[in-house]
């Protein structure tokens, strides 16, 4: 009895809030009907997917010509400066909305799903944070990010075995070649074996030079007999 009274006041409760603080797209600003979340049906819809997965000689897979063997590489969707998707990634890393990396990470996974060069992959590995900015962010964007993918996948998440050994300044506000400087050496896996013999897709939020993903994906293929793919939410034109 209790809890029907609890359950009718939590409902109420809710509308109310939704009367007073409306949820509005993330992306277009409109008002959001009652099955929508974060985003409105028409900016899914509209979201600038690049189509990657389906052509192995992409843009993504290009940054890593010549610099580190990657088997496929992808990026769900072009992010433009000033492009109101830039809020998709704004909500995920800074705003700390989980359950939209999760949701995003299921999108993503959905059409690696049905995609040849994603078919064999055998575990997901998120780009991992250090365990300072984990413990102050309370959270990795990737690893959310990552959960989603490996559910649609339905592959195994592997998180702490590639791990991060320098806590390095953000990315964001460095030129190309600082951006290389700044991560190169600083992943390492603790346990090789965990990762030898497997088809690996490393995960990220946003691909720009491409200078974390290659720091990630040394170590991974020193692991015997590793293969290494990537898929990120966005690719970032810089
Ligand atoms: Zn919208």
Same mark, same amino acid.
């Given at each position: ?14 509308? /109310?809030?939704? /009367? $007073? &603080?409306?949820? /509005? ?26 189509? &990657? ?10 940054? &890593? ?11 769900? $969707?072009?992010?433009? +400066?000033?492009?109101? *998707? ?6 995920? +890393? *800074? ?17 690696? %799903?049905?995609?040849?060069? *994603? ?19 309370? &959270? ?49 896996? +603790? ?15 946003? %691909? ?6 290659? %720091?990630? %994906? ?16 966005? *690719?970032?034109?810089?």
């Amino acid at each position: 009895m209790n809890q029907h009274i609890f359950a009718n006041l939590e409902h109420t409760f809710n509308d /109310l809030l939704e /009367l $007073f &603080f409306p949820s /509005l797209c993330i992306a277009c600003g409109n008002r959001l009907v009652s099955q929508e979340k974060y985003l409105c049906l028409s900016c899914w819809a509209d979201l600038p997917v690049t189509n &990657f997965h389906l052509e192995a000689e992409n843009k993504v897979a290009q940054i &890593f010509w010549g610099r580190v063997q990657i088997e496929n590489a992808t990026a769900w $969707f072009h992010f433009r +400066k000033g492009s109101n *998707y830039q809020q998709i990634i704004h909500f995920i +890393k *800074y705003k700390g909305i989980k359950e939209l990396g999760l949701e995003c990470g299921k999108r993503l996974g959905s059409c690696l %799903a049905d995609s040849e060069g *994603y078919k064999n992959i055998d575990a997901i590995v998120p780009v991992p944070l250090h365990p300072k900015k984990h413990k102050k962010r309370g &959270f990795n964007q990737s690893e959310w990010i990552a959960k989603g993918i490996s559910e649609m996948l339905e592959k195994p998440l592997i998180t702490g075995n590639l791990h991060r050994k320098i806590h390095t300044s953000t990315q964001t506000k460095k030129n190309r070649l600082e951006r290389w400087q700044n991560v190169e050496g600083i992943f390492a896996v +603790k346990n090789p074996e965990e990762f030898s013999g497997k088809h690996l897709l490393l995960i990220d939020d946003v %691909a720009t030079t491409g200078a974390t993903l290659e %720091a990630c %994906a040394e170590p991974l293929l020193n692991s015997e007999n590793t293969k290494v793919s990537i898929a990120t939410l966005a *690719y970032a034109d810089i």
